[in-house]
């Protein structure tokens, strides 16, 4: 592999935080690779942008076109695909975000390459790349090669690569000409929709109990929000709660919810999917109770119980009140 | 309007206790309790939805072993009209692009309006085959989609950002989407319903029927290979409070006034 690109990612013109953790992992890939790192910008308007990534780019991309703004999968991939045609083999890095991860697929095969989607490690072994991600339920690892791929796209779990700026004296910023022709687009933006306000804001919440799939299928939620109540912290929840109509939506801790920074997080028959724990910030206290010993909720808390949680929590309320009454 | 559903057979891993398979290649599957995927179960109820609402017609299908079938019948006792089950030994082992492949030769013929996707599977979790199979049939896609509203020649939904945020977005037809979870609420299905359609044939196809190319299936049509899978390393992990609930329950309630969990 002769190059490393990174896609930075921006809204509306503000580069997203996932953008520097993927030049994090590009830049230890083209060191492991010998390669050359590049990182590509697309956007309306790239000037503010482009310096700040050729501070830590050696070369950085340009492409302005205000078509590009919305990071519309179907713009992005009409002006990548001219850019990455010639460049012969590569490694693509790219977060996975929501807005990547509509723009993956379509893309790898537009420039017919290999894709490895949400990888929390990548490897150099033998000079071919490797790639590190988890499946079923997050509980197993699993290693993935890419045959004799030329090109490469992966795409990034957030939160796997840690940045830190390089100081270097800043990279060279290419300007190139918009490829997008005046073609019509199939998939065309309308709006942003905002989040939906509730009579909760779990976010600013220090306290917080969160409930998850493994509930049950017909909880009482009086139980928990009362234990929420008691502890003086709020209910929130995980996706599947969310789809089940049993809380508002916003009551989601996670990447597509609510980012919340509580102090303490008590997660009840919540497995601890990486879209949900990506949504809890600032190191809280983690404690866990679920009663698969298992599940990766407990690689992640500090404190577990493995039992039967419609035992548990009323009891554990009955503790918490003695407490509060001593 | 007539609407095709891409659904995946996977196996439940939630709460189970999970073991590799000798090769270190793959788990170990005889013992797990295999259902559709639970994003593809919104998908379906989507496509049935908008077919009572628009009139048309609704086309399951699966690329999955024998025992899917009882899947792609539970999704006409559900509302579809057709299931298709497309299978080969030489399947076995295809990635998402070798799926997509599979999937794309054999709806590219058919007539569709519309072709509905979960946006992830529980198993692998790879999000590949909607945004793929789309681009192979060279149809605009979607991920992460609610709020469907088809007017005309387009198609109207939201897609989830980040912290609640979310963008409308609007899409020529024919077009993929691949659905979110809690788009809608999938019915309840009564046996009787099940019954009703017991002895529908579901046709299962194989490779020559559909009519690809065994270079294009399999290990040799995929792109990625899993190498090895592993237990992640147990690490520090959590202490886990041992004892009776009553001492467990309170050694806790202990440890959360310690750390500003009492307010």
Known sequence: MKNVFVLAEQRNQQLRDITWEAIAAGRKLAGELGAELSCILLSGRVEDMAQKLALECPKVLAVEDPRLDTFNSEAIIRALVPILQDKGPFVLVMGNSNSIIDLAPGLSIALEAALATDCFGLEVHDGKLMAIRQMYSYKVNALVSFKDAQRVVVTLRGGSFSFTPSKQQAGIIEKIPSPLGEDSQRKRFLNYVEAEKGDVDIASADIIVSVGRGIGDEPDMEVFQSLAETMGGVLACSRPIVDKNLLPKYHQVGTSGVEVKPKVYLALGISGAFQHLGGIKGSPLLAAINKDARAPIFRVAQYGIVGDLNELVPILEEKIKAIKKS | ?263
């Open chain 2, 1 to 263: 309007m007539n609407i095709v559903v891409c659904i995946k057979w996977t196996p439940d891993t939630s709460e189970a206790d999970l073991t590799l398979e000798s090769g270190g290649k793959d788990i170990k599957k005889d013992d797990l309790d295999f259902d559709v995927n639970d994003w593809d179960r919104f998908a379906i109820e989507e496509a049935v939805q908008i077919k009572e609402k628009m009139g048309g017609s609704v086309s399951v299908i699966t690329v999955a072993p024998d025992d899917a079938e009882e899947m792609l019948r539970e999704s006409l006792a559900r509302g579809a009209d057709q299931a298709f089950h497309l299978w080969d030994d030489a399947f076995e082992g295809s990635d998402g692009y070798a799926v997509a492949s599979i999937l794309a030769k054999f709806i590219r013929d058919r007539p569709y309006d519309l072709i509905l996707t979960g946006t992830l599977a529980d198993d692998d979790g790879g999000g590949q085959v909607g945004g793929m199979l789309a681009a192979m049939l060279n149809i605009p896609s979607s991920t992460l989609v609610s709020k469907i509203q088809i007017q005309g020649t387009t198609i109207n939904f939201n897609r989830e950002l980040e912290g609640g945020l979310g963008e409308a977005i609007e899409m020529d037809l024919p077009a993929l989407v691949s659905v979110a979870t809690g788009l809608n609420e999938p019915r309840f299905v009564s046996i009787r319903a099940v019954r009703k359609v017991s002895s529908v044939e579901i046709p299962m196809l194989d490779l020559g029927e559909i009519g690809i190319d065994e270079s294009k299936v399999g290990y040799d049509g995929s792109r990625i290979q899993i190498e090895k899978v592993y237990l992640p390393p147990e690490g520090e992990g959590a202490e886990i409070i041992k004892g009776n609930p009553e001492e467990a329950a309170a050694r806790l309630a202990e440890i959360l006034r310690e750390k500003g969990g009492i307010g």
